[in-house]
């Protein structure tokens, strides 16, 4: 009965490794594989390398109208770690983190 996964590991088939170390003080952060706004809007900081603010906002005002989900600019807020955050000329841009990157790369790698 090789093909019967233990509880944990069924209740962890939807994690993703993002980070490890091998030392019990930096234990390893995991990220959930089904996450579709994050997807997403990874995907379009990594496609076009930098993303405007006001470029953002609309594509979170499009996502709401597609999925029905109020995606606003609290979920950046509550997502600032896979962005980074520039100011040039008086415009903010997004670009992404380091943990941004390897969120978008697993995931893309998973598929």
Not at 1 to 22: C, D
């Amino acid at each position: 009965m090789s093909h019967v996964k233990s509880y944990n590991e069924f209740l962890n088939e939807a994690l993703v490794v993002v980070k490890r170390k091998y030392t019990e003080s930096h234990p390893q952060k995991v990220a959930s594989s089904y996450a579709p706004v994050r997807e997403r809007i990874l995907s379009l900081v990594n496609e076009k390398g930098r993303v405007s603010e006001d470029e953002m906002s609309q594509f979170l005002k499009m996502m709401n109208e597609e999925t029905g989900r109020k995606t606003n600019t609290g979920w950046l807020k509550a997502n600032s770690k896979y962005f980074k955050m520039k100011e040039e000329e008086g415009v903010k841009y997004y670009t992404l983190s380091a943990e941004g990157k390897r969120i978008h790369e697993k995931l893309t790698l998973q598929k």
